[in-house]
């Protein structure tokens, strides 16, 4: 692993990593696995993971690198939940939030990125401690909604993405700040894809209930 940290090449002035070029393409890959709903989703999110860690590890980015343990943690029961929600035909099987999801998803976010921040100022494991801190639980947030076929997990990718690149930029981490911009780009693309699958399979699910099929 040092050998990844410690060598690569120089883009727009700044050093970007083995690690970190291989971690944020194995990255960005997931967001295009995810799209298809494929369970390769998931291992290859695993490799990305390792890598990442130690990449915001030695960026002293404590949040971020906190994520990549909580990401890899959810990635297991994410990877579970998949196999249990496949479809033989269309990968697995997505919706819509209910009101009472999307209030969690928001009532989560919100006091998970206080409690977080307020913890990382106090060991001093961050130099930007909230908007490190709104990155990890929304991430957490996301992949938690992912793994649930949850359409919304998407919105949730966008916020981070919105933190992200200013605080990548800010960190020296040039790469990983071009690579939120292409993210954001996949995940609008996401969204539309997951959400005409859910009313889809919602409009499915009413003709088999009028018809009496079940």
Known sequence: MDFLLHHGFTMLGQQVSLAELTGQVAALAVVFLAQRRT????????????????????????????????ILLISLYGWWAWTRRRDPVYGVVVRKG????RLAMLSAFVAGTTAMALVLDALDASWAPWPDAAIFVGTLVAFAAQGAGLV???????????????????????FSAAIYLVFAA???????????????SGAQGSIQLSTGVL
Do not use: M
């Open 152 to 174: 919304e997990f998407w919105l949730v990718w966008l916020i981070v993405d919105g933190i992200g690149v200013p605080l990548q930029i800010a960190s020296g981490l040039w």
């Open 39 to 70: 369970l390769w989703t998931w291992p290859v999110q695993v490799a990305a993971t390792v890598l990442l860690f130690s990449v915001y590890l030695s960026a002293h980015l404590g949040g971020l690198a906190a994520r990549q343990v909580a």
């Open 98 to 101: 209910s009101a009472r999801e």
């Open 186 to 200: 996949l995940v609008v693309r996401g969204w539309w894809s997951w959400n005409r699958s859910a009313e889809q």
